[in-house]
């Protein structure tokens, strides 16, 4: 069970080498965290785009592009098309956007003929390692997804347990937040939380354990609980996976945690056949490498079912 | 300028001593937290409640009530309408709750003979130190009002801009957060902000700027801005006021702050004629005592205009 990235690259380090497929390579700090992840022998990368702009860009930051496989396209959604393409047909193992806008690499990533659309809604999961928390916190959707539906939440906690069970986490636990811990009919989030929790227990849901609504001290500190009193729950300050309200709690919690907190993250889509990495150009460096650490589990366990 | 609550603390001691009225006090929390106030000078208190229960609490954290006025009123609703009076007839500074549950302790500000109702609506403003930042943060609103309507939220404005003020930030910046910072009709939590940036440009909203939607980063990040090439915004990561879509992202928001980053916090129910003091129990025992320090540099602002 990977507890930390160093644990996640560890467990990537075993397996068989991923490759990344890139959509318009030509951006510096995408092909930084694609040389990096090359030397840490997290992935190897093919690099779709214009190739005499990523030899421009490559030796702008002194990238040695040997044993990089280069598809010249100038064209950038024919250029992420081919990228796309390659993880359809199985020749990389995820997809990862570079110098496009993100609207034209979604639009490829639901091309029906050679996208990577799973008949199931798209979602984003952000995972953290956090100074003082022993273990990795799944944040969703902090991202993508703008006000889920209670079907939407099934799909979200569905795509992000795959995760987990890739991180080897084998059953984990699912807490749908709310500013509150009890059901209150005058806040509709907290009515689909107990409903995901009783789908959980029903069977609807699987693979995971479902408690909610929660509140963020008892999703995440046992000692909140204990003060409480809330130890007779499912959940006592130890959830894997932290269910957003939506959109606007979600990206406002996960900028908080990058902004005050000491963590390291990173993140990917789900919901596709393969794992797809967006990261924005604020994601630091080491976020870069560690989305694709973590699209590199999610595509072996993927190889593996 | 206050920018941490040590800051706070010495301009409470610069002032006359206020004084906390307390309603039920026989909570031994409280106690612990009235009786550092008063040690350090922050605050005097007035104990409402069971006498006797309040000698047997004091006695079992070895506290010395000398100098602490005791009223007895066994039954606690009438000591909370007592407690509330004192505040209400300004024989005390601040109203505070003790040992009664959150919805009597309320209704006791409410009471229109002897409470604090201000024609305002109330509203909660927790204020953070937080390690990293070189000012206070005004988070609100994260424990009171669940779904403002846009004319609550220039309630809330107007009653966390009186915070500021009484802390010396005569200008404060006030961030109406969201997931993006662009305005996106499909988020309406974004039409608002910019509604709110527009009423504070047309001088609708005044003591204050107002600048959203921003993302967390954006407000309180200046390297996010930059990054992200927002510095001709009036907010460049410098926001005092954190300004949040619904209690849910409020909450959340305010207990990862709590639970994973470094900080100092205390907080205040505003929007009343004198500061109210509403700890929970899960609150610790420096929140409480901080709390007490914010309410009485309030009360002091209060007096003074």
């Known amino acids: 069970m990977a507890k930390g990235f160093e644990d996640l690259i560890s467990k990537v380090n075993s397996c068989s080498t991923k490759t990344v497929s890139v959509a318009v390579a030509q951006d510096d700090a995408v092909l930084e965290a694609v040389r990096a992840a090359k030397e840490q022998n997290i992935a190897n990368a093919?690099?779709?785009?214009?190739?005499?702009?990523?030899?421009?860009?490559?030796?702008?930051?002194n990238m040695d592009l040997t044993g990089f496989e280069i598809i010249d396209e100038k064209d950038n959604y024919q250029a992420a098309l081919k990228a796309?393409?390659?993880?359809?047909?199985?020749?990389a193992d995820m997809y990862?956007?570079?110098l496009i806008d993100t609207k034209s690499f979604l639009k490829?990533?639901?091309?029906?003929?050679?996208g990577l659309r799973?008949?199931?809604?798209?979602?984003?999961?952000?995972?953290?390692?956090?100074?003082?928390?022993?273990?990795?916190?799944?944040?969703?959707?902090?991202?993508?997804?703008?006000?889920?539906?209670?079907?939407?939440?099934?799909?979200?906690i569905e795509n992000t347990v795959e995760v987990c069970h890739a991180c080897?986490?084998?059953?984990?636990?699912?807490?749908?937040?709310?500013?509150?811990?009890?059901?209150?009919?005058?806040?509709?989030?907290?009515?689909?939380?107990?409903?995901?929790?009783?789908?959980?227990?029903?069977?609807?849901?699987?693979?995971?354990?479902?408690?909610?609504?929660?509140?963020?001290d008892l999703a995440i500190d046992p000692q909140a609980a204990i003060h409480k009193g809330t130890t007779d729950r499912k959940i006592v300050g130890d959830a894997d996976v932290l269910l957003f309200p939506d959109i606007h709690a979600g990206n406002i919690t996960y900028k908080t945690l990058v902004h005050t907190a000491n963590v390291k993250n990173g993140n990917i889509i789900t919901g596709t056949k393969a794992p797809v990495i967006l990261?924005?150009?604020?994601?630091?460096?080491?976020t870069k490498v560690n989305s694709?650490?973590?699209?590199?589990?999610v595509a072996e366990a993927m190889k593996n079912n």
């Open 46 to 61: 093919i690099l779709v785009g214009d190739e005499d702009k990523i030899k421009e860009v490559a030796a702008s930051i």
């Open 84 to 91: 796309v393409s390659l993880v359809h047909d199985g020749k």
């Open 96 to 98: 990862m956007k570079g």
């Open 108 to 114: 490829s990533i639901l091309d029906k003929e050679v």
């Open 118 to 156: 799973n008949n199931r809604p798209l979602s984003h999961v952000c995972v953290f390692e956090v100074e003082g928390i022993d273990r990795l916190l799944f944040l969703t959707d902090v991202a993508f997804m703008t006000y889920p539906t209670l079907e939407d939440k099934v799909s979200i």
């Open 168 to 216: 080897g986490i084998a059953n984990p636990k699912v807490a749908p937040l709310a500013a509150v811990e009890v059901v209150n009919p005058k806040m509709p989030v907290t009515v689909d939380a107990a409903e995901l929790t009783k789908m959980n227990e029903e069977g609807k849901i699987t693979g995971c354990i479902v408690d909610g609504p929660l509140s963020m």
């Open 279 to 286: 990261t924005s150009r604020s994601d630091d460096f080491q």
């Open 292 to 297: 694709i650490a973590l699209g590199s589990v």
